[in-house]
């Protein structure tokens, strides 16, 4: 085989090896990927045994700490919905987290309640860059 | 704004105008008594001594880079990478390509110095 | 004051325009006065964007409240030194300080090629002020860092507690600088295209700003890691957040540029590739700055609001475009002029790691993006997690470690198959001994975490190897002894050894990486005084509780009002072991501005920081975080005794109760605790790669001027062939 053909067909082999590992990566993120519901959807769709992103804000008056286990209930964070999901979290709670703040949290629906998945929670820097109040406070 | 920022500002502004402009500024005295035509001949001139500065400062960059290929293929050599027979060949080739580079340059009249042969 | 910081910017945007057209006229018409005047805006770019950060940065220090992003970020009680890094904690002044940054990158990189590439430079130079000049529009038109409010409040909102941290004040400037130093190679590869000029002065030019970006960037990202690990209280350094991958998929194009450029040096080849990655690593640079500020992903970092997306969008669009365009119209002078000599070379090792290099960041891409590209495709949006990362990930990072042991080995151009063979024995021996060694000691349950370290002793072995025969060789050809011989080695091969170093860095790098995330032992203790349970190897026993009040006794001097923790005992094997250490975490709780929470309540109601309390040590680190119980019913009752009876001036003294109850009669408290084997060599990995790309970076002596002519010098040695 002359070099020029060996070069090419060299080329063909690592194109179709590259085509075939991106193809493997993408159909198995759609299969692997959670989908990213509010508190409104995920009581209307969730399904038991699948895990789901949860997006909301900590609803106020929720947190409440049984030894290992963080109950607390998501909202949606528009506030349009009146759905508050409760669950039970275990793991790393982040510093930010608190009644209010945006949280990311995954879970599962296992029977009637909804579990948190291990180290799972992300809390959202609270955003400064909303006009915030700064004169708010007295100094008397 | 008060008296003192206005002026630091008009200082300023003063500042930037005539850092950004001094080159106009010379270009323009530089040619202030000459005819236009010696002028486009001087620009036309100009300019092919630029784009010989150009070619030679590629060509010496280029030699700095094939100087540094023979030394790495020596390195090589040295530490075992490659056989007496594998090194030669690679030497004389590369030893080949830097004469070309040479005799290019000799044309933009570096003639055979050293150059600054800085390792980077 | 604020005015003259806002007409700095005004002056700024106009500077700008002017650089661009005066840039553009003088490259078009040949004019070099024009070019020299566009050149000399950024200078002039540079010292505007200078006064109005100094402006903004005194602000800071005397505490000008009528700024509103002083108000917003800073307070009187936020200690001096995290004041003056609240410049960059917000929006605005983050921005501020990338275009401040840009200016000042972009000015070394015009005068360093002042007198060359005049063409190439005056492009470049029109596309850098094009970049700055976008940045201080957002600042002029959507995030103005000098909007003031009259009057002034009387006091500021204080800086986030969670960004009171030393590597708070070095991180952002770091990395930063790594972004906007991406956009420089971005500029010249822009310019060297436009001007038709891809050629042997460029590489060298481009070489040290690629170089600058790279190192920038790793170091950035390893302080962004470090941070993560030391003082947030997760206990982990990488998360495979969106804001994380940002920036490590420009930092991964980087790397292969670095090596793909030496190919283009060597043998002409590769062209399109590496303007390719050039310009890809540029706008992944700017893709990464403009996640973080969008909120278009969700991510720790939420750093803005909608607004910014859209000119974000807009750029990164043009910047794609052009690019892409620019490749595909020049593609006749990018021919490669040679071919690859053979397979059995250094050159064909590089391309693989480009391909390694490249296939990482694809896979980083479409995982960061995917909540995106899911919504686009599906209407559903869906994130992947870290496993499924760390699943494509890991393989790849496998292989490149790999690579990384090989390439040493092998000659350039085209290597000698019987040297080569024998040349892999050392390394291959090493990587055995690893092996056994390790299945000795009983680690036989993580396959992957067993074959990374394999890996590393094969870049150990093979860079040994490099060391051991080329001070042999200069033994031979100097006679120096040994110790000499290695200094006067890396000292006159500069980039090949300083490299070796790197690459050495990254494997131990890996080796931390594989050995806290394979073998870690994570536990959330529930533990009151006197209990204390086992973790893995270690009994970790609470001893007794710990409380300090306001910004005077804390020590890491952060501004909390009150800090409550705990000590803990930690022992090997169970109680009457040998004492191994002791840990003194804590949870600081700040000031907020909330009227609502009462006077005792507001003093200590908002943000809780944990300070995590680490026992680094070769073999492991023992991390732990407290989680104090602040719900218990004996603490909230003073809480609350004390909003009804104290007025705010003495409501500290409801604190002091506060504290002493909390020492009397100290709730249970949650722990995280880890403990990470390994997990210190990451840093000194790092530190490795630093050095090494120190030495390779560093520029050598000039050699003194030979009377002899090269041209005879390069003659002479044809004839001894």
């Known amino acids: ?140 | 704004m008060s008296l003192p920022i206005a002026i630091v500002l008009v200082l300023l502004v003063a500042l930037v105008v005539w850092v950004v402009s001094a080159p106009l500024r010379a270009a323009a005295a530089g040619s202030a008594d000459v005819s236009s035509e010696a002028e486009r001949a001087v620009s036309v001139e100009a300019e092919q001594q630029r784009d010989a500065l150009r070619e030679r400062q590629d060509l010496e960059a280029a030699r700095e880079a094939k100087y540094r290929e023979i030394r790495d293929a020596e390195m090589d050599f040295r530490t075992g990478k490659l056989s007496a027979e594998d090194y030669e060949a690679t030497d004389a080739a590369l030893r080949a390509e830097a004469l070309e580079i040479l005799n290019s340059l000799q044309r933009y009249g570096e003639g055979g110095s050293d150059g600054d042969g800085e390792e980077r | ?721």
Not at chain 1, 123 to 139: D, G, I, L, R, V
Not at chain 3, 523 to 549: C, D, F, K, N
Not at chain 3, 594 to 612: F, K, P, R
């Open chain 3, 1 to 721: 004051m604020a005015g003259l910081g806002f007409a700095c910017l005004l002056l700024a945007l106009a500077v700008c325009a002017y650089g661009i057209g005066a840039s553009l006229y003088g490259v078009r018409t040949g004019r070099v006065e024009f070019s020299e005047s566009g050149r000399r805006s950024v200078y002039a770019l540079a010292g505007l964007l200078t006064v109005a950060t100094v402006v903004l940065e005194i602000a800071f220090l005397r505490n000008n409240f009528s700024f509103n992003t002083v108000a917003d970020t800073s307070s009187r009680t936020t200690p001096a030194n995290y004041r003056a890094a609240a410049l960059w904690s917000s929006q605005e002044g983050s921005l501020l300080l990338w275009a401040w940054l840009l200016s000042l990158w972009s000015s070394l990189a015009l005068f360093l090629t002042r007198k060359r590439m005049r063409d190439v430079a005056a492009y470049a130079t029109a596309i850098l002020l094009g970049f700055d000049g976008f940045f201080v529009s957002l600042m002029v038109f959507y995030a103005n860092p000098f909007q003031t409010t009259n009057p002034a409040p009387a006091e500021g909102v204080g800086l986030d507690p969670l960004l009171r941290f030393p590597t708070m004040m070095i991180h952002p400037p770091i990395l930063y600088s790594g972004y906007t130093l991406c956009t420089i190679p971005l500029a010249f590869g822009m310019g060297a295209l436009l001007a038709r000029r891809v050629d042997a002065d460029w590489i060298k030019a481009i070489r040290r700003f690629a170089f600058a970006a790279w190192l920038f960037l790793g170091m950035g990202i390893l302080l962004g890691a470090r941070w993560s690990y030391s003082e947030l209280g997760w206990g982990g350094y990488w998360g495979w957040d969106a804001v994380e991958n940002a920036s490590l998929m420009p930092w991964l194009t980087g790397t292969a540029f670095l090596h793909s450029l030496m190919i283009q040096e060597k043998r002409g080849m590769l062209k399109v590739w590496n303007v390719s990655l050039v310009l890809a690593t540029g706008t992944l640079a700017i893709m990464g700055t403009f996640l973080v500020r969008s909120g278009v992903l969700n991510s720790i970092h939420a750093f803005g609001g909608q607004t910014l997306g859209v000119p974000f969008v807009v750029l990164i669009g043009t910047l794609i475009g052009g690019s892409i365009y620019l490749v595909v119209s020049r593609r006749d002078m990018l021919r490669s002029e040679h071919r690859l000599d053979s397979l059995l070379s250094r050159e064909s090792i590089f391309l693989a790691n480009n391909l390694v290099l490249v296939a990482l960041c694809f896979v980083i891409f479409w995982g960061t993006y995917f909540p995106l590209i899911s919504e686009a495709l599906t209407g559903q949006e869906a994130s992947v997690g870290s496993v499924w990362f760390d699943r494509y990930t890991v393989p790849l990072a496998l292989i490149l470690v790999l690579l990384s042991g090989i390439g040493p080995v092998i000659a350039w151009r085209r290597a000698t198959l019987a040297n080569a063979r024998r040349n892999f024995l050392a390394p291959l021996l090493s990587a055995l001994v690893v092996l056994v060694v390790l299945l000795a000691a009983g680690v036989t349950q993580k396959p992957l975490a067993l074959v990374m370290f394999c890996c590393a002793g094969f870049v150990l072995g093979s860079v040994g190897q490099e060391f051991l025969r080329g001070a042999r060789a200069r033994r031979a050809m100097a006679g120096e002894a040994p110790p000499r011989a290695v200094l006067a080695l890396v000292k006159r091969n500069r980039r090949r050894y300083g490299g070796y170093i790197v690459h050495l860095g990254i494997a131990v790098l890996f080796v931390g990486v594989a050995g806290s995330s394979s073998f870690q032992h994570a536990a959330e203790l529930g533990l009151s005084p006197g209990q204390s349970t086992r973790v893995g190897a270690y009994t970790v026993r609470y001893v007794r509780p710990t409380a300090t009040i306001t910004p005077k006794y804390d020590e890491a001097h952060t501004g909390s009002t009150l800090a409550l923790g705990a000590e803990l005992d930690v022992t090997k094997g169970g109680p009457k072991g040998p004492h191994v250490t002791t840990l003194d975490p804590s949870e600081g709780f700040y000031a907020s501005q909330e009227a609502s929470q009462g006077s005792v309540g507001s003093l200590i109601g908002g943000q809780a920081v944990s300070h995590v309390a680490i026992d680094p040590g070769v073999t492991r680190d023992i991390w732990t975080a407290i989680e104090p119980n602040m719900e218990a019913p004996n603490l909230t009752r003073i809480v609350k005794a004390g909003n009804e009876k104290l007025p705010p001036d003495i409501a500290l003294v409801g604190i002091g109760y506060l504290a002493r109850e909390y020492l009397k009669h100290p709730p249970q408290a949650q722990f995280h605790f880890e403990v990470s084997p390994l997990v210190m060599w990451i840093w000194i990995g790092g530190m490795i790669v630093l050095g090494g790309a120190l030495i390779a970076i560093w520029p050598a002596p000039s050699v003194v001027r030979s009377r002899v002519s090269a041209r005879a010098r390069v003659a002479r040695g044809l004839s001894r062939a």
């Open chain 1, 1 to 140: 085989m002359n070099p020029s053909r060996k070069r090419t067909v060299r080329l063909i082999v690592a194109l179709t090896a590259a085509v075939l590992l991106a193809s493997a990566l993408i159909y198995t993120s759609f299969s692997a990927a959670s989908p990213a519901l509010t508190p409104s959807q995920l009581a209307r769709e969730a399904q038991p045994g699948h895990s789901y992103l949860v997006t909301g804000t900590v609803a106020a008056g929720s947190v409440h700490r049984e030894g290992p286990v963080l109950n607390f209930a998501v909202e949606d964070r528009s506030g349009e919905g009146e759905t508050k999901i409760p669950l039970q979290y275990t793991g790393t709670v982040p510093d930010p987290f608190h009644e209010g703040r945006e949280v990311i949290v995954t879970v599962e629906k296992q029977g009637g309640r909804y579990i948190g998945e291990r180290n799972s929670l992300i809390t959202k820097c609270p955003s400064k860059y909303k006009t915030a109040p700064a004169s708010e406070n007295q100094n008397s």
